[in-house]
């Protein structure tokens, strides 16, 4: 049996069609917070087992869980009332024989490499974080399969995968904005600007319109006034990047506009104490983020699956 058949696809390319939509989801945001932890405390589990005998072990800890914090964001700085949860489970292989695997200490220490690399708030950041690891070492059988051969990883499930390439010129917008405002060199020259951001592009004909909402951070903002105005210089440097990188007839760009224009309160715009909504009232989950491509494509075909923190032999 073949196992590679080519079809001529008999629908019109995403490029020509009149409307697309595009999403990307911030570092900083919830869920992709749940996404790189538990893909994270994956890695380092996977690199242990390798380290110590030679080859990937049983593990999945692809069930992520961010439960939010509660904040009292304040011009100059407010304060964590409540620490925002992190919650990672499933299974992992932690004995061999009587050499017992640390698997709490692998996957918390992980878990806070990975938080201290993607927020932009404080090096200090991490004790507004409770991280908690519940795993089993996962059914008899199921860990069997890892015995059977050294050769070939085998494996232990049913599941699917779905790509889509070239990317849309849309889609290549939607990425290089995301990747610009989260990158190292923009955070440095604005830090007052969180990591939890979202690129939403939507093209009708060949006319964008990007919603781009981002959270502040409270302590390098002054009052309204000053927030306003840090608000327009980042709008600016968006306009800036589009025009050098967009071919696109028309780029409209709408940010934070949910802001009450006459706010005289913190409460009226979007002000964190970290740059995240995490810390207050919104929620995380793994799989309910970008995809593999980096993107959320609802003009592609899409699965379900999330890759996050699955073993790398097989998708179970």
Known sequence: MRNIVIEKGDYLPVDEREVEIVERKGIGHPDTICDLVCESVSQALSQYYLERFGRVLHHNLDKGLLVAGKSQPKFGGGKILEKI??????????????????????SERAAKDCL??????????IKNFEISIDYKPGAA???EVFKRSKEIALANDTSFGIGHGPYSKAEILTLKIANFLNSQKFLKKHPFFGTDIKVMTLREKDEIILTVPAAYIDRYIRNPKDYFEKKEIIKKEIEKFVKKISSFKRVKIEHN???NPNAKSEQEIYLTVLGLSAEHGDDGQVGRGNRVSGLITPCREMSLEAASGKNINHPG
Request: net charge positive; proline share 3%; no cysteine.
């Open 141 to 143: 059988n199921l860990q």
């Open 257 to 259: 506009t949910l802001d």
């Open 116 to 125: 201290e690399r993607i927020v932009n708030s404080s090096k200090n950041m």
């Open 85 to 106: 949860k992190i919650v990672v489970a499933g299974r992992a292989t932690d004995r061999v024989g009587k050499i017992k695997i640390p698997v709490k200490k692998i």
